[in-house]
């Protein structure tokens, strides 16, 4: 039996949905939700290391918790093409631009200049849980 149009759609807003919520809690820091994201077994591949597998929740949020916190970065996502495979699993392409720069010393200083802008893609699979989509995997790579 097919799946209605609206069931469709709704699965594209939810996976594209959790890209923004990614690239958000990501920039802001919130690292336990960004790790709630993901289901418990997902497997998470940076663009920074692409070939390097992060298996798991736990292992996931370690990776997070180990970034330099004097790093900020914005994310920038685009081009999010959702496709449905069924009523429990999806997959998505989407493009990211990623910008960062130090962190100013002193709350409320000028950040310093930023690096170059960092292209990249990710290439993600989702699956519906018990407590809604999540990432089942995402593999990121930098173009440059």
Request: with cysteine; charged share 25%; glycine share 4%.
């Amino acid at each position: 039996m097919s799946m209605h149009i609206d069931d469709h759609a709704a699965i594209e807003r939810a996976c594209t949905r959790l890209i923004a919520q990614y690239a958000y809690l990501n920039d802001g820091r919130r690292f336990e939700e960004l790790a709630a994201l993901f289901t418990p077994d997902a497997l998470l591949f940076r663009p920074s290391a692409p070939e390097e597998a992060i298996a798991g929740h736990d292992a996931i949020l370690a990776a997070f918790r180990k970034r330099p916190a004097d790093v900020m970065t914005f994310h920038l996502c685009t081009d999010v093409i959702v496709t449905v495979d069924d009523a429990t699993s999806a997959h998505a392409q989407s493009r990211i631009l990623l910008l960062s720069t130090k962190r100013p010393a002193q709350q409320g200083a000028a950040p310093g200049p930023a690096e170059a802008p960092v292209p990249g893609v990710f290439h993600d699979r989702f699956s519906l849980t018990e407590s809604g989509w999540k990432f089942a995997e995402r593999r990121g790579s930098f173009w440059i």
